[in-house]
């Protein structure tokens, strides 16, 4: 990608126009924030309701940049073992046996216990040093030379320990190994971290990072986004769709329906051969958009006076 | 960085937007990015550097909104292309073509906040007065800009414009800034055109020294926004946090609600990370491996992942009598404040009889559910001794050695015995007793109280009436944890 020198508006414009060949519709708002944090250093917290496509955004951005994506999946008990490095225990104990029998040949003409010492303190520390780290998600970010993605993803679904540890890598680019020293990023990557708000981040990972909140589309960047993503649908049933979404994501509901449903449910209607919103078909494949039966329950009734509005908008 | 940028971040902190200086950095990487030129697409970005919550991105819009609205800089003459200005920080403006709010507004606005007051008011005044008096017809009429934007804010300097706190000094303000620019000659010059028959000239002059006297306006809206706002709620937080909680008006019980929310939320925060290794689950590789080198890598010590959440179990007990009951709505707050952030927090309500309130918390919203409770348990005369004997039938036999127990209540028994005893059993199974007494120490023990005789059952006994005395007693008491 050759906006970095640009001027902002057009270096936007080109981030926009580039992810739209990668077949995700953006608006300025995520535009604008690549070209921040490249320019800034800064990673991205992006937030959101499940759904809108914060995943999606880390992997465009990595088919853009033509950098690989490395993926770090947060949990509950995830620790750093799993997530920065490991040592390999294993390699370890093995080499630990096997050299053994050469420990005789390189002690051979010491004398006395304290010459055996000085000789072993020779070899330095070599079963703590990066031949034996097993490299997870954070630290391959930081050893690649070429520029990655990184994408830390449910980041509130990890403990507050966890948060900690980023923040060196979130801040400096850097991670320090206790036995080897720090290990600085050759290339930074673009860090995306994904939040559903299930928890609080805690204020010193919110300063590091830029803070991108991804709400649900409007009715016409949705139009597009179905467009791209399922191009075979007919441009009426498309509309109709899409204003049938928008409406029920105004009602009360225990889940609302995302980008991502209402593209599940443009790809169902296109599997039935549906060429117009009809109630019986509505109701049928409701269970496409809506994940809860009290949901689907309460919003049946209302299917119809739904299709009206959309077909009244869109004829 | 720019002085509109650093007016801008103060307002935003007055706004309950917290930008640290690292922050307030970025912010003006971002703007020398971007300079003033596309007010949209600069909100984007700053929106995205410096507001980090949902919330803050609110405020953000409304600050950035009010902050960049306003025409300070006076464009007598819309088609003049304006040329000098902007500021060497910005130059990148320096191309664009007028929308020229945004552009100058790091000329006109910054003066009033910075240095204004120091000078003495009175001695700038004469000064601007003198200096600016005569040119300034000469300035509306070449509409100098830049000339008039620093003669505005020089008689800002000298009308100590920063210092407006109130909406109802606007006019005054605005008043006194025309005259030290010098607005009685203009207005003289305008009349006297008008009898020698220059009613054209006059017309222009008069069209310009109204644009003027918004430009002025705006400036002054502006410093007040800027100021007056943020600080009036900073500075009632700080007296609310102080104040005596039966002294609360009701009025400020939103503000109080806010308040109390934040605190538990920072009390719990801080108390329910502690965590203690459990001796099951899945084996820790690492530490066992390391802490098993010396035995030749055999697995002789092992190390365990799984780890304990200690989440406090709290059993709170408010008095709702009528001697407490201006206190009792803000104790109650607490506790349901503290059961939206802690898991096993149970409540409990009484002033004769005694009662658990922890599903009407759960249930109802706390506007519900405090007069609720005080309408259930309370009006009737207190008699702790009841209160204790309800209260072990009801959950004696939860009580463990984790268990914390708070007491809020005066400790007046109208006479009845306070059955320490049952406290005394209390305290022997709990963790710890605290009793929250809204009383002064001094009259501890006075007339029918009785808290000379609780105190001893207590862990602590303290006096509690504002509610940063509430924050300061419990934080001490979960640092000691």
């Known amino acids: 990608m050759t906006f970095i020198d640009k001027d902002p508006a057009t270096a936007i414009d080109l981030i926009k126009e580039g992810f739209e060949t990668a077949g995700y519709i953006c608006d300025r708002h995520i535009a604008t924030s ?15 309701p499940p759904g809108v496509g ?54 051979e003409d010491a004398v006395g216990l304290e010459q055996s010492m000085e000789k072993l303190h020779q070899f330095g520390d070599s079963f703590y040093s990066e031949k034996f780290l097993d490299a997870r998600p954070l630290l391959q970010a930081l050893q690649s030379k070429e520029k990655t993605v990184l994408l830390i993803d449910e980041i509130d679904k990890s403990d507050h320990e966890f948060e900690a540890y980023l923040l060196e890598i979130l801040s400096d680019y850097q991670i320090s190994v206790p036995e080897i020293g720090t290990i600085k990023a050759k290339t930074k990557p673009l860090v995306f971290l994904t939040s559903n708000n299930s928890r609080e981040m805690s204020d010193a990972l919110k300063r590091r990072c830029l803070h991108l909140y991804i709400p649900f589309p409007d009715a016409s960047l949705e139009r597009r986004i179905i467009q791209t993503r399922v191009p075979e649908l007919e441009e009426n049933l498309r509309n109709q769709l899409v204003s049938f979404v928008q409406q029920l994501r105004t009602q009360d509901l225990k889940k609302l329906p995302a980008v991502s449903e209402t593209i599940d449910w443009a790809r169902t209607l296109m599997l039935l051969h549906a060429d117009k919103l009809d109630v019986d078909l509505v109701r049928n494949t409701l269970n496409m958009l809506l994940k809860f039966e009290e949901d689907i329950d309460n919003m049946s009734s209302e299917v119809p006076k739904f299709i009206a509005v959309a077909r009244k908008e869109f004829r | 960085m720019d002085k509109a940028l650093a007016d801008f971040v103060e307002m935003l902190r007055y706004s309950d937007v917290p930008v640290s200086i690292s922050e307030s950095v970025d912010a003006a990487e971002t703007v020398r990015l971007f300079g003033y030129k596309d007010r949209g697409l600069l909100k984007t970005a700053l929106a995205q550097v410096m507001a980090k919550t949902i919330e803050e991105q609110e405020s953000f819009e409304r600050c950035f909104d009010e902050f960049f609205s ?27 073509s007028p929308p020229p709010t945004a552009a100058n507004d790091d000329e006109g606005q910054p003066s009033p906040a910075s240095g204004g007051g120091e000078g003495g008011g009175g001695f700038s005044g004469e000064q601007s007065q003198g200096g600016a008096t005569a040119p300034l017809i000469d300035l509306l009429e070449r509409n100098d800009r830049t000339e008039l934007t620093m003669a505005m804010t020089a008689a800002a300097n000298a009308a100590n414009l920063r210092n407006i706190v109130l909406m109802t000094q606007r006019g005054l303000y605005t008043r006194r800034i025309m005259e030290g620019m010098g607005l009685d000659q203009v207005n003289r010059e305008i009349s006297r055109r008008n009898q020698e028959g220059d009613a054209a000239g006059a017309d222009r002059l008069s069209g310009r020294t109204e644009l003027l006297f918004d430009a002025v306006r705006d400036m002054v809206e502006r410093q007040l926004a800027l100021t007056s706002s943020g600080k009036a709620k900073q500075f009632r937080q700080d007296i609310l946090k102080n104040v005596r909680l039966s ?19 920072r009390l719990t925060d801080m108390n329910s990370r502690v965590k203690k290794v459990k001796n099951r689950g899945h084996l820790d590789i690492r530490k066992t491996m390391r802490r098993n080198v010396a035995y030749d890598g ?32 803000f104790l109650l707050l607490f506790l349901y404040s503290l059961n939206e952030v802690l898991p096993k927090v149970r409540s409990f309500a009484f002033s004769g009889d005694l009662g658990e309130i922890t599903a009407e918390f759960d249930r109802l919203g706390p506007e519900e559910a405090i007069p609720y409770a005080i309408d259930k348990y309370g009006g009737r005369s207190t008699d702790y001794g009841r209160a204790l004997e309800d209260f072990k039938d009801l959950c004696l036999n939860d009580i463990d050695n984790r268990t914390t127990v708070i007491f809020l209540g005066d400790g007046r028994s109208n006479g009845a015995d306070p059955r320490v005893d049952i406290l005394k059993e209390i305290k022997l199974r709990a963790k710890r007793v605290i009793w929250l007494n809204p009383e002064r120490k001094s009259i501890w023990g006075s007339g029918d109280s009785e808290m000379l005789r609780i105190a001893p059952y207590c862990t602590t006994a303290q006096t509690c009436n504002s509610l940063n005395k509430l924050e300061l007693i419990l934080r001490d008491l979960l640092k000691s944890n």
């Open chain 1, 34 to 48: 690549i070209y921040l944090s490249q320019k800034l250093d800064k990673p991205i917290l992006v937030e959101g």
């Open chain 1, 54 to 107: 914060k995943t999606e955004l880390a992997k465009a951005a990595s088919e853009i940049l033509s950098a690989p994506l490395i993926r770090l999946q947060c949990y509950e008990g995830l620790d750093e073992s799993k997530a920065l490095y490991e040592w390999k225990y294993g390699k370890q104990l093995l080499y630990t046996q096997i050299l053994k029998e050469k420990l005789g040949d390189l002690l």
């Open chain 2, 70 to 96: 306003y025409q300070i800089n006076p464009d007598l003459d819309p088609e003049n292309t304006q040329e000098e200005a902007e500021n060497p920080e910005t130059s990148q403006t320096a191309e664009s």
């Open chain 2, 247 to 265: 002294n609360v008006e009701h009025r400020d019980f939103k503000y109080m609600r806010l308040l109390v929310q934040r605190m538990a939320k």
């Open chain 2, 298 to 329: 055999i697995l002789f010590e092992t190390h365990w992942k799984q780890k304990h959440k200690d989440r406090p179990k709290v059993l709170a007990v408010c008095d709702v009598s009528g001697s407490v009951a201006s206190v009792a709505r």
